[in-house]
Each structure stands twice: as structure tokens, then as C-alpha cells.
């Protein structure tokens, strides 16, 4: 099997029953496997609500490190509507020119740096530093601060060997705090400042809320956007002809996109808590417990993807739900797209190949289930065109 591989360990359960079931802190949840009841499930969500004990929704859940509810994404209808109409034009400024262009430079100059290294390690010395620069764009905010967020290393709430690391979240937690009586103190132009002048109902944002949206903003778009990177890089070492393909078909670009972030699922699944009794699958499922949106799984169902299991750059139908689904589909998702297209677009125009010269895979435990997710970190040889 070719290291770029990403093996679906969910297979025989989706297909036989429909769920998996995995304990996380005691409080254990369902998984639901099949891209039809992922789909059903986020889209009811006076069923199978986000706004719940703050944390709980995540995988692992974070109730243990934070007290802080996460905002829009640990909102429901119709507050989550209302918060969520002031942020997105704020999150869909990549499609402007202006945004792009710079956010071009970023890549280009990552790119050129490393197709004149010998080796480079390509989690924390590339996608990470990646992400971090263009986090500055979204934020509105010096290109500078990127070296603060490259210094936290690859994940926000994790150190090595501990799944949540509360130390380390109050890292982040007091950074932001920082940022928002900076901006309470001397408005500008940044996200911090936007919201701090914002109404939701009439009302001006609280400095919590504030810090809810940008906890969010901080570490939902972070080992997403550096997993999704990394895969891709993996990818093209190992499939030289598809560089080659983007190279002669830059017209599929975009979908080629859609395919990786399907393919890879840079975030395995988002949970949510039961307002009552229900089921799935014929699976009698509890109020007040958990269930997860396994997006990773859903994204392999062979009853709507063909040759699920297998990159097709060009693929034409493809409904995938990487980015979520329904009322709570990622705000980032515009930004990440970018990201990704204007990578590919370098790595087509500048690089023709790359080698894996070691690394080692970052593999989630997951009750019954094992999943490579992506890397802890992989060494790789950039040659130039």
C-alpha cells in the first residue's frame, strides 16, 4: 500500500449495520456511517442539537479544557442563523481579487522556498507555516503575528502523547483575550475589531462571544487546512501523473480540490447531543447522549460515490461532506478551498516531483475503529520543473 494511502476502516460496519460506537471520557458515542443519515442527522437539528454543554460536541470532547461555547458552530437555529449572517461576508472575502493575489504571493513564496531545499519536513516546516500565513489574510491582521502561531506548534489543544492539554489551550485562550482589548482599546480593521462593533439582535457583541467566534476561527481551520495540505503533497509524491494532469488540465482544478478534501476528510467526524429519544439504523439511541456526524465515513459510501476508495481528480459528482452539511457547513470552507486551489496550481506550474523520504502517520483511535488521518510528520525531496 502506497504511504498517500488513506484506507477506510469503516467499510464493513457501514455497510452491515450502519454505525460504530466508540467511548470518549466516558461519554460515549455513536457514530453514524452512512453519507444518507450523516446528511438527515445535521440537518435535524432540533434532534441532534450543537448547542449543547460547551465542548461536547467536539471528538474529543473538550468540555475538560473550556467553558467558552464556540460560536456559530455551537449554536442552533435560529441564533445560529443570526450570528452567522454578520460573519459570512467577513469569511468570504477569499473570492476577492485583492485577497487572492496575496494569498497567491504566500504559496508561491512557501513553493519557491522549499523546491531549493534538500529535504524539508513538511507538517510543521510547510503546511503549518502555510496555514499560519494565511490565517493572517483571514484575520486582517500583520503578516508578522504568523510567527506567534507557528511557535504553538501543529495543534492547538494537543502535546505529544495527551489528546486535550488544558496548559496548552489557555495559550491560546489568553493570546485572544490580548487581541481583544488590543482592539477594544485601539479599533481597526481586524476580525477582532469587526466583531467587537457588530449586533446580533440588537445587541453588541460580548467580549465573550467575541472570543467564542475567534477560539472557533483559531483552531477549527488549523489541523484541517495542515492535514489537508500534507495529504496532498503525499499524494503527488506518490502519483506524479496526476501533477502532471493539473499541469495539462488546469481547467479541473477545482475539482480536483472537492476530490482531496473528499478523499483525505481532514476532519473525521463532529458530534452532536440527542434532545430525545430516537433512532438510527434501527439503533435505539438515548436523550442526552452523543452521536458523530462521521464525515470520513460518509465520504467513502459506495451507494452514491463510485470507486469511493479512489482518487479521481476529475471526479464529476461529488456531494461530499468534508466541510459539514446543511445550516452548520464550515465558514471557513471558502478560505480552505483557496488555499487549496492556489496550491495546486503552484505545485502544477513550479514542481515536477516529489519524493517521500520518511515519515510517520497520525493514526486516530476511534473505539473499534483505527484511522489515519494524516501525518505527524513526513520528510519529502521538492524538484523543480
Same mark, same amino acid.
Given at each position: 500500500?502506497?504511504?498517500?494511502?488513506?484506507?477506510?476502516?469503516?467499510?464493513?460496519?457501514?455497510?452491515?449495520?450502519?454505525?460504530?460506537?466508540?467511548?470518549?471520557?466516558?461519554?460515549?458515542?455513536?457514530?453514524?456511517?452512512?453519507? +444518507?443519515?450523516?446528511?438527515?442527522?445535521?440537518?435535524?437539528?432540533?434532534?441532534?442539537?450543537?448547542?449543547?454543554?460547551?465542548?461536547?460536541?467536539?471528538?474529543?470532547?473538550?468540555?475538560?479544557?473550556?467553558?467558552?461555547?464556540?460560536?456559530?458552530?455551537?449554536?442552533?437555529?435560529?441564533?445560529?442563523?443570526?450570528?452567522?449572517?454578520?460573519?459570512?461576508?467577513?469569511?468570504?472575502?477569499?473570492?476577492?481579487?485583492?485577497?487572492?493575489?496575496?494569498?497567491? +504571493?504566500?504559496?508561491?513564496?512557501?513553493?519557491?522556498?522549499?523546491?531549493?531545499?534538500?529535504?524539508?519536513?513538511?507538517?510543521?516546516?510547510?503546511?503549518?507555516?502555510?496555514?499560519?500565513?494565511?490565517?493572517?489574510?483571514?484575520?486582517?491582521?500583520?503578516?508578522?503575528?504568523?510567527?506567534?502561531?507557528?511557535?504553538?506548534?501543529?495543534?492547538?489543544?494537543?502535546?505529544?502523547?495527551? &489528546?486535550?492539554?488544558?496548559?496548552?489551550?489557555?495559550?491560546?485562550?489568553?493570546?485572544?483575550?490580548?487581541?481583544?482589548?488590543?482592539?477594544?482599546?485601539?479599533?481597526?480593521?481586524?476580525?477582532?475589531?469587526?466583531?467587537?462593533?457588530?449586533?446580533?439582535?440588537?445587541? +453588541?457583541?460580548?467580549?465573550?462571544?467575541?472570543?467564542?467566534?475567534?477560539?472557533?476561527?483559531?483552531?477549527?481551520?488549523?489541523?484541517?487546512?495542515?492535514?489537508?495540505?500534507?495529504?496532498?503533497? &503525499?499524494?503527488?509524491?506518490?502519483?506524479?501523473?496526476?501533477?502532471?494532469?493539473?499541469?495539462?488540465?488546469?481547467?479541473?482544478?477545482?475539482? &480536483?480540490?472537492?476530490?482531496?478534501?473528499?478523499?483525505?476528510?481532514?476532519?473525521?467526524?463532529?458530534?452532536?447531543?440527542?434532545?430525545?429519544?430516537?433512532?438510527?439504523?434501527?439503533? &435505539?439511541?438515548?436523550?442526552?447522549?452523543?452521536?458523530?456526524? %462521521?464525515?470520513?465515513?460518509?465520504?467513502?459510501?459506495?451507494?452514491?460515490?463510485?470507486?469511493?476508495?479512489?482518487?479521481?481528480?476529475?471526479?464529476?459528482?461529488?456531494?461530499?461532506?468534508?466541510?459539514?452539511?446543511?445550516?452548520?457547513? %464550515?465558514?471557513?470552507?471558502?478560505?480552505?478551498?483557496?488555499?487549496?486551489?492556489?496550491?495546486?496550481?503552484?505545485?502544477?506550474?513550479?514542481?515536477?516531483?516529489?519524493?517521500?523520504?520518511? %515519515?510517520?502517520?497520525?493514526?486516530?483511535?476511534?473505539?473499534?475503529?483505527?484511522?489515519?488521518?494524516?501525518?505527524?510528520?513526513?520528510?519529502?525531496?521538492?524538484?523543480?520543473?
Amino acid at each position: 500500500m502506497k504511504k498517500s494511502s488513506l484506507p477506510d476502516p469503516f467499510q464493513d460496519a457501514r455497510i452491515s449495520k450502519g454505525y460504530g460506537e466508540m467511548d470518549d471520557q466516558n461519554d460515549p458515542v455513536t457514530m453514524l456511517l452512512r453519507l +444518507k443519515d450523516v446528511r438527515k442527522a445535521a440537518h435535524s437539528w432540533d434532534t441532534f442539537q450543537s448547542g449543547a454543554t460547551p465542548g461536547r460536541i467536539v471528538i474529543p470532547s473538550e468540555v475538560a479544557i473550556r467553558n467558552i461555547r464556540q460560536i456559530p458552530f455551537e449554536l442552533d437555529p435560529p441564533l445560529h442563523g443570526d450570528f452567522r449572517a454578520i460573519l459570512e461576508p467577513w469569511f468570504k472575502r477569499p473570492l476577492e481579487s485583492e485577497y487572492e493575489q496575496k494569498l497567491t +504571493k504566500q504559496i508561491n513564496d512557501i513553493v519557491d522556498a522549499v523546491l531549493v531545499k534538500d529535504a524539508i519536513e513538511v507538517v510543521a516546516d510547510f503546511s503549518l507555516c502555510l496555514q499560519s500565513n494565511a490565517l493572517t489574510l483571514l484575520l486582517n491582521i500583520p503578516f508578522e503575528e504568523a510567527q506567534t502561531w507557528i511557535s504553538w506548534g501543529t495543534h492547538v489543544f494537543r502535546s505529544d502523547g495527551v &489528546a486535550l492539554d488544558g496548559d496548552k489551550a489557555l495559550i491560546l485562550y489568553n493570546y485572544i483575550d490580548q487581541q481583544i482589548q488590543k482592539a477594544i482599546q485601539n479599533p481597526g480593521e481586524d476580525l477582532y475589531s469587526v466583531l467587537l462593533a457588530s449586533e446580533v439582535n440588537g445587541k +453588541k457583541l460580548t467580549a465573550e462571544e467575541v472570543k467564542g467566534v475567534m477560539i472557533l476561527t483559531f483552531a477549527g481551520g488549523r489541523d484541517t487546512v495542515i492535514n489537508a495540505v500534507t495529504n496532498s503533497i &503525499a499524494y503527488f509524491a506518490e502519483h506524479k501523473q496526476s501533477l502532471e494532469k493539473l499541469r495539462d488540465e488546469p481547467e479541473i482544478i477545482n475539482k &480536483a480540490v472537492e476530490e482531496l478534501i473528499r478523499y483525505f476528510a481532514p476532519l473525521t467526524q463532529m458530534g452532536r447531543v440527542v434532545t430525545k429519544d430516537t433512532a438510527v439504523c434501527e439503533h &435505539a439511541i438515548k436523550a442526552d447522549s452523543r452521536i458523530s456526524l %462521521c464525515w470520513a465515513s460518509a465520504n467513502r459510501d459506495a451507494t452514491t460515490f463510485e470507486n469511493p476508495n479512489e482518487v479521481v481528480l476529475d471526479r464529476k459528482m461529488n456531494p461530499h461532506v468534508s466541510f459539514g452539511f446543511s445550516h452548520h457547513n %464550515c465558514l471557513g470552507a471558502t478560505h480552505a478551498r483557496q488555499i487549496m486551489k492556489i496550491l495546486l496550481m503552484a505545485l502544477s506550474q513550479k514542481v515536477k516531483s516529489i519524493a517521500i523520504l520518511d %515519515c510517520k502517520e497520525n493514526i486516530e483511535e476511534l473505539g473499534e475503529f483505527k484511522r489515519k488521518v494524516g501525518y505527524d510528520s513526513i520528510r519529502v525531496k521538492f524538484t523543480a520543473l
